[in-house]
């Protein structure tokens, strides 16, 4: 019998996506998925680095683990940890975790099959060149799928880990990139992300990423195409230009902005001013004027003042995004911010992190209020939690709920929105797009 294996993932879209890479390469060698941990030959967990509250969950789903496989009938499981925090710590976590058997970074996931069959007991965590082009990933989240475009990052904004564990920039090859979207487009995904720490620096010799994204676009038929993460320090009007005119690119974007004040962007290493940051959007509203968009913000890094703190409020204010991920600022090793002085205190940070988030909060129910009554476009995604509801995404990611419905998974239609408080919507089928 082939040995299975249970895998669970923290962290970001990327570390999905590794996710379903993972299994690619197991499923090849002959391994089967289950969704049972109790009865997995193989645990692997996929780990998020990306701030302290993300490692201590993994780390202690590591503890946690050690005392639960003692009570499983089938004894002990082979134990792997991957993703960020494998690569961040190594061969430290096998002193630490006695139980733990292979530690693994986000280069390394071909190794996997031979490490597991193997008796070692090591750490791989080696940067390499690779990008896993010919691996079939098997792919967790039908209609919507994800597609690497680069990996790595340079940027080294001076708070972020990612640099340290996913090593240097390098984009994928863009024919191999349409050939996956065109085929993801023919097996009936309906939306299809790009995905790279900073797509806007994406670059095969003469293609650049809107030249790229042209080509997605029309290489994915009818399926929607989104992408993550936009730089403001790199997201050119070119690219804009594109969004505009093709039909099937969201008209979407996630823009993280981090600080409203330029003396803590400086400090940050970001690249730009508010003000650019605020042209940027002036140039998408002016050329998208229905475009929704989000951002990603940090509370409390080291010398923010009252002051500084203030010109974040007044950016979420002024440019009124529909959503935002917003965080509280997170010392991570080896960083260069990590070592600053004037750090915020704990309680002023969570503070400082409850006001934005009531801030945005409001923001975000007065934008979803907007659309009541209006109809929108959605891809149906696949059951909601409650019995008999669908669930469905907008172009702008807004997630709609209908009741008591049976469309397929992949299925595009339009819906009047009944109720709107917030990110998730409600709404019902109805024929005909408002015009
Ligand atoms: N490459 C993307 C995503 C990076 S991680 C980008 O550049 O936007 C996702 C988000 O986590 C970041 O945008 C940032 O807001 C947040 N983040 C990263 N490091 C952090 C830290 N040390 N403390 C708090 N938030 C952090
Ligand atoms: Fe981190 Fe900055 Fe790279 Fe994003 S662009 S992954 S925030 S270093």
Redesign the pocket.
Known sequence: MSMTYYIHVYGCQMNVHDSEIISGILELEGFSSTEDPESADVILLVSCAVREHAETRVLGRLSQLGGWWRGRKSGKPLMVLCGCVAQEHGDGLLKRFRDLDLVVGPDCYRDLPGLIRGSARISVVDFREGDYTGIEPVRVEFPRAYVTIMRG?D???SY?I??YVRGRERSRKSDVILSEVAALSEGGYGEITLLG??VNSYHDEKISFPLLLRRVASAAGTSWIRFV?S?PKDLGRETVEVMASEKNICRYLHLPFQSGSDVILKKMNRGYTVQEYLERIEVLREAMPDIVLSTDVIAGFPGESEEDFQKTADLLEKVRFDNAFLFKYSERSGTTACGLEDSVPEEERLARLNHLQELQRMITIEKSGELLGRTLRILITGPAKKPRQQAGRTEGNRIVILDDTDFCPGSFLNVKITRADGWTHFGEPCGNMES
């Open positions: 990052c940027n080294f904004c972020c990612v640099p720490q900073n993460t730089h």
